[in-house]
């Protein structure tokens, strides 16, 4: 099958094994192949045992300059792989990386495991890790700087969440449309927005009184205004801290939970409602006192005639 081989000469050392070969100098398939040129560069190391103990090198690369292993072709690795320092590549050197799969033709980079995952460790007392989608095309702003795709075993694509830099929104896809878009003017959404609102979630129940919360719905400042943001879009309505103040309702005096402002606009239709039907009633009373008044008057008016009459 093979030979094996050992040759010194000068500052050289190299070791090979070979599946085929005529002499050293003519190795057709070597399958490790090791010089050293005097200069401390190891082309291929491999050893589990030294004078100071068992070491877990299969092969080591060592190299003061240039590479200290150079692959052409396919590189598979059965157990884990370790790098303590950098790896790179570009498209010269390097193009695609499979980790769990030998198919990864397709894409740079691919992993696949039953459940695969990654982690990002940072022990950054200022910023932790971050993901950067970079889109280098200068010519004319790209349709997307960046993506994160959802795609079904079949490879349809079931979701996205991208960054349209013509109109500079975040649009989140799903079922293959837009569900809803993030954009300086706010969240606009294609469906509906579902607040919990479970009885089962929320506790300290206590009642309200409609007629007061009517009163100071009738007081509060209501405006035209716009977002400084989207100085295009009218809108109208009070602001947060004269609604805090009203209220005293939601996180704080900067925001309005759209829960308390539907909640305060649903109490005061029923402080309305009451109002009517007190109101209601008091007419009623009132219409019912006249009629019989009324009633009387007319009994009277009719005596009246049939005296004069006779």
């Known amino acids: 099958g093979g030979r094996l081989d050992v040759e010194t000469s000068g500052s050289k050392i190299g070791v ?6 005529d002499n050293l100098g003519n190795v057709s398939a070597a399958a490790v192949k090791g010089i050293y040129t005097g ?3 190891f082309g291929a190391l491999g050893f589990v045992y030294t004078n100071s103990g068992y070491a877990s090198y299969g092969v080591y690369g060592h190299a003061t300059s240039g590479y200290a292993g150079y ?3 396919t590189v598979s690795v059965s157990g884990d792989l370790s790098i303590s320092s950098t790896m790179y590549g570009n498209s010269a050197t390097f193009t695609h990386l499979g980790i769990g799969t030998s198919a990864y033709t397709a894409v740079p980079l691919m992993i696949e495991e039953p459940q695969a995952y990654v982690n990002l460790l940072s022990d950054s007392s200022a910023n932790g890790s971050v993901i950067q989608l970079i889109n280098n095309y200068t010519s004319s702003p790209p349709t997307y700087l960046g993506a994160i795709n959802f795609i079904d075993s079949s490879g349809n694509p079931v979701g996205q969440i991208g ?3 013509r109109s500079d929104e975040i ?3 799903v079922g293959g449309a837009d569900r809803a878009i993030l954009s300086s003017a706010g969240l606009s959404v294609n469906g509906s927005i579902c607040c919990t609102s479970d009885r089962n979630a929320k506790e300290r129940f206590s009642p309200i009184d409609a007629q007061d919360i009517l009163k100071r719905v009738a007081s509060l ?4 205004w716009y977002y400084k943001q989207d100085p295009a879009t009218r809108h109208i309505g009070p602001v947060a801290q004269d609604f805090y103040a009203a209220f005293n309702v939601g996180p704080d005096d900067k925001h309005i939970a759209t829960v308390d402002e539907e909640g305060v606009a649903l109490a005061a239709i029923q402080g309305l409602n009451q109002k009517m039907d007190t109101e209601s009633a008091e007419f009623q009373a009132e219409v019912t006192e006249l009629r019989k008044r009324l009633g009387d008057i007319e009994t009277r008016f009719e005596k009246f005639q049939g005296a004069i009459a006779r």
């Open 16 to 21: 090979y094994g070979a599946l085929s070969a």
């Open 39 to 41: 200069n401390g560069t």
């Open 171 to 173: 649009n989140f896809r």
């Open 71 to 73: 692959f052409e072709g």
């Open 221 to 224: 400042p209501i405006s035209n």
């Open 163 to 165: 960054y349209q830099s």
